[in-house]
């Protein structure tokens, strides 16, 4: 069982940045692909970036270039830097954690095993 934490959302003009965590229990975290995704009201969830154990990092299109995905495996944190936030940023973010072998695609929600409780993040235009 893994339980994840997010921290660090929160209101932030255009153009700004803010970087969220999610801290992971059990000591299994380096062999997971961590995922973040985001919700808007009425819209389905989304993929936003995720993190192979071996490092190897996805974006959607509509983050590429502006945020990025880490991880820390001593620490069971991964992050995810936002840069130059817009307005369509706007959501609920989640973290999660799935054991996804290669060809199965870290971009599918249902990939996943385990999501943490979400943080707001909101962009003032």
């Known amino acids: 069982q893994v339980q994840l934490v997010e921290s660090g959302g929160g209101l932030v003009q255009a153009g700004g940045s803010l970087r969220l965590s999610c801290a992971a229990s059990?000591?299994?975290?380096?062999?997971?692909?961590m995922g973040w995704f985001r919700q808007a009201p009425g819209k389905e969830r989304e993929f936003v970036a995720a993190?192979?154990?071996?490092?190897?990092?996805l974006y959607a299109d509509s983050v590429k270039g502006r945020f990025t995905i880490s991880r820390d495996n001593a620490k069971n944190t991964v992050y995810l830097q936002m840069n130059s936030l817009k307005s369509e940023d706007t959501a609920v973010h989640y973290c999660?954690?799935?054991?996804?072998?290669?060809?199965?695609?870290?971009?599918?929600?249902?990939?996943?095993?385990?999501w943490g409780q979400g943080t707001q993040v909101t962009v003032s235009s």
């Open positions: 993190i192979r154990s071996g490092g190897t990092t």
């Open positions: 059990g000591r299994t975290f380096s062999s997971y692909t």
């Open positions: 999660a954690a799935g054991s996804i072998p290669i060809g199965s695609s870290p971009r599918r929600s249902y990939n996943y095993d385990y």
